[in-house]
């Protein structure tokens, strides 16, 4: 029943910015961690930021200082704010969450994804 909808792709020059908005919605009693993925043409899925339910962030060493992560616990979303963007940040993004249940159990969604393209 949980739905992860992403939002905010698009394409942009290199040294722009986008921001991608994800929104969890259905059967959640809390959300413990959100994600956001990348994945590129012929590429891994690769872990991008993550921030947990007390705010604690972490990144991948390629996107340190130019992507900043949020959420907010009562609207159930995460943003990725993109800055200073390169070509080889284009891939398509997805949001990721571990939520509970009204059961305490602990459960692992994702979104659809959406496409960042950086090109000039």
């Known amino acids: 029943q949980v739905q992860l909808v992403e939002s905010g792709g698009g394409s942009v020059q290199p040294g722009g910015s986008l921001r991608l908005s994800c929104a969890a919605s259905?059967?959640?009693?809390?959300?413990?961690?959100m994600r956001w993925y990348r994945q590129a043409p012929g590429k891994e899925r690769d872990l991008v930021a993550i921030?947990?339910?007390?705010?604690?962030?972490n990144y991948a060493d390629s996107v340190k200082s130019r992507f900043t992560i949020s959420r907010d616990n009562a609207k159930n979303t995460v943003d990725l704010q993109m800055n200073s963007l390169q070509p080889e940040d284009t891939a398509v993004y997805y949001c990721n969450v571990i939520y509970r249940n009204y059961r305490r159990q602990a459960y692992n969604s994702w979104g659809l994804g959406t496409q960042v393209t950086v090109s000039s």
């Open positions: 259905g059967s959640i009693f809390s959300v413990d961690v």
């Open positions: 921030i947990t339910n007390s705010g604690s962030t």
